[in-house]
């Protein structure tokens, strides 16, 4: 197990800046995740997102890892680091190399304004279902690419959207080939004006108490600076995005693959390969949730 920590991001530029993440990679074969641990520098309090994007609120009870220190773990997880990641949520107390851990992992979507009409119609029993069957169809191409099969048993905790504050969650319950446990993927999107900030959260089943009770209170914390957030969109000019709230959440089985990938192979360390082929789920959900961009009337 120790072994999975123990591979780095290549070395950073030596710049003032750089300082503290060039110490966390120095020797990282010799070091051990205890000494990779001490070499992060968390953060508390009011901590901006991608120059002011968006805002976070943290309470005593969670720390902040930046977008360049998440990308560390993120390698030492043993995955390729993603350059869209926002940085990383960790309940305080626990390291993020700690197997009882978990981890908020931040991102985000610009691919425009995402429109709620759909929210208070869509019947998430037959969402499930057919992110099931879809799932299972794909299970199909995974066998023969030589991948573990994963079964989505269920809502872990159904969709629920906050209209007012324009903030939706959910969590699922899954498992992949003969693992003895199941995992839970929680998952939080705030919708903004220009795109969506997605939050993912990945752990195992036993441990939804605790993700359930701290998930409410990310929900509170996290939300887009003035002029980001959703009631700033102007209409005509800012871009819409092409699917709804549907789409946003089937399309998340996969969501973000990089992240979801890296979470499992680092909290719940299971094998990379489990993940890997569920690239293609999330794409398979936009085609059928997304919305298609409507032919301009006939002057």
């Known amino acids: 197990m120790t072994t999975r920590w123990l591979t780095l991001l290549a070395a950073l ?3 003032a800046a750089a300082l503290s993440a060039q110490k966390l990679q120095e020797t990282p074969q010799n070091l051990t995740p205890e000494q990779m641990e001490a070499r992060l520098h968390y953060r508390t309090g009011h901590v901006k997102l991608r120059g002011g ?9 969670f720390r902040y890892l930046d977008a360049r220190e998440t990308g560390l773990v993120i390698r030492a997880w043993g ?3 993603d350059s869209e990641t926002l940085g990383m949520i960790v309940p305080a107390g626990l390291g993020v190399f700690d197997r009882e851990s978990w981890a908020v992992v931040i991102s985000y979507d610009e691919d425009g304004f995402v429109k709620d009409d759909d929210a208070a ?3 998430y029993n037959d969402l499930l279902g057919k992110m099931q069957r879809g799932i299972r169809q794909a299970n199909e191409e995974r066998r023969r690419q030589g991948y573990p099969e994963v ?4 809502w872990a905790e159904p969709p629920r959207y906050d209209a007012a504050t324009h903030k939706l969650y959910w969590a699922k319950d899954l498992h992949f080939g003969t693992e003895p446990v199941h995992t839970l993927n929680y998952n939080i999107r705030v919708l903004g004006r ?3 900030l997605v939050l993912n959260a990945v752990a195992t089943m036993d441990q939804l108490a605790t993700v359930r009770r701290d998930m409410g209170k990310v929900i509170a914390f996290v939300d887009f600076a003035e002029g980001n957030r959703y009631a700033d969109f102007v209409p005509g000019t800012d871009k819409v995005a092409e699917y709804g709230i549907a789409a946003l959440i089937a399309g998340s089985i996969a969501a973000k693959a990089g992240f979801f990938k890296l ?4 909290i719940i360390a299971l094998k990379k390969l489990i993940v890997v ?7 398979f959900f936009k085609r059928i949730f997304g919305k298609k961009k409507e032919a301009p009337a006939a002057s």
């Open 13 to 15: 530029p030596v710049t």
């Open 53 to 61: 994007l968006a805002t976070l609120e943290l309470p005593p009870e």
């Open 79 to 81: 995955n390729p680091p």
């Open 121 to 123: 119609t869509i019947n």
């Open 151 to 154: 079964d989505l048993v269920g």
């Open 194 to 196: 220009r795109g969506v």
């Open 263 to 266: 979470l499992l192979a680092g």
């Open 277 to 283: 082929a569920l690239v293609a789920i999330g794409a």
